[in-house]
């Protein structure tokens, strides 16, 4: 699970079989203060692909700066490379469930949308949320 933006804009593909697939990079960043007080940032990109109508959602809904929430799977592939013989490896975000945080054209509003890769249906928006209260005796520590 990570959430991050997006790098670039998705690269949809499509398979010899008809199956889309779709290729984006996705950079996360982690914030700490070290020993000194100093603030520091370390920034990871992770290499993503999506297939099938998951692929299809995010080739039409997705573009750089985008920020998504992702989960997966980790998988690694392995080629030679034709240029020097050398074997290479790609660890890649293989996502299965994907949510667009924000609205749709980049603002960064509190709206967020889900899209399982098993369903295309929009989740419904909630009309409100509750206030609810709690005492310091419901806290168990």
């Known amino acids: ?7 670039r804009d998705p690269e949809i593909r499509t398979t010899p079989t008809g199956q889309n ?4 990079s996705v ?3 982690f914030n700490w203060t070290d020993q000194q007080g100093q603030k520091k940032e370390q920034t990871e990109f992770h ?5 099938r109508k998951l692929a ?3 080739g039409q ?7 998504v929430y992702l989960e997966g799977r980790l998988q690694t592939r392995s080629w030679d490379d034709k240029t020097d013989g050398k074997k290479r490896y790609r660890t890649e975000i293989v996502a299965d469930n994907m949510i667009m945080l924000g609205r ?5 509003a509190s709206g967020t949308q889900a899209v399982p890769a098993n369903q295309v249906e929009q989740p419904e928006p909630k009309s409100e949320i509750p206030d609810i ?4 005796d419901d806290i168990p520590f």
Do not use: E
């Open 1 to 7: 699970m990570i959430i991050g933006r997006l790098t």
């Open 21 to 24: 697939v779709a290729s984006f």
């Open 27 to 29: 950079a996360t960043s």
């Open 47 to 51: 290499n993503v692909v999506a297939w």
């Open 56 to 58: 299809d959602i995010i």
């Open 61 to 67: 809904y997705l573009k750089k700066g985008s920020q």
């Open 104 to 108: 749709p054209g980049g603002s960064q």
């Open 133 to 136: 209260q709690i005492d310091n």
